[in-house]
């Protein structure tokens, strides 16, 4: 596997070679079995398989968060290997923002602004679309894959791609769990260990919402997940049943619609985000 820490020298790389077609996964490393599905989607996709590991500060709006993130390069490096990873991108700062280089964008985000992750935490999405736009310019992927566990960011990435008019396809993978359901997450591992073992109430209470969603109204499945998720452990943020293509929200059930349950819900002090389909359509 190559490792480059530099733009110049990465692009001089990708470009050796135009006619290749080249699947990106961008993460922020503490690689899991998530992160290393995608990696298979892009070499199934492409023939060149890049990745990048860059904890990018400006989508942190917590700075003990951004500091705790895990930082596990030689681990990781290990994990691309076995998982037949072509590239690795690992910059610093100054690559990825260099002082000459406006790299500030302007997306209209519409209402994915202001709901869910976009209310609980301002800025994020501004500085993840931003990073990922930097990101996809060094690279020119064709494909860039992201996964389903972070719905919101890969709907906002979908509407950058089209409104910046990027030459790249976007690609949602499923979203890997451990044996008991929890989504696999790098903060996972921050968990403590009686926190971690309760924690599969998430996905728990998004199977209980996927069971009930023919039975009862909408409002009333918001309502009792929240109490489900509540207790001296969890506090949740939200739970919010939305148009799955569209991400808004969705107060009455409509036939032959997508629907998803979106949660971010505090463990402690550690704040995980869930999500699955209630409803597909036929
Ligand atoms: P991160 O390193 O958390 O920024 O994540 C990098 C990419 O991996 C994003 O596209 C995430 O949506 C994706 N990802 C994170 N967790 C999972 C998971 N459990 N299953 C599949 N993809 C994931």
Redesign the pocket.
Known sequence: MKIFKTVPLIQQYLKSDKSLNIGY??????L?E??L??LKIAKRLSDICVSSIYVNPSQFNEKEDFEKYPRVFEKDVEKLIKTGNDVLFYPTDEEVYPENLDTSIDIDMGILGDIMEGKYRPGHFEGMLEVVHRLINIIHPDYLI?????IQ??KLVDKMIAQLNLDVKLVV?????EIDGL????RNRRLKPETRDKATIIYQTLCWAADAIHEQNIKSIETKAMEMLTNEDFQPEYFQIVDAETLHPVDQLIENMNLMACTAVWAGEIRLIDNMFLQKKL
């Open positions: 996964v961008p993460t922020m490393g503490g899991h998530g992160h599905s995608l992201m996964g389903q566990k972070d960011q890969a993978g499923p979203t890997t769990r989504a696999m997450s790098s």
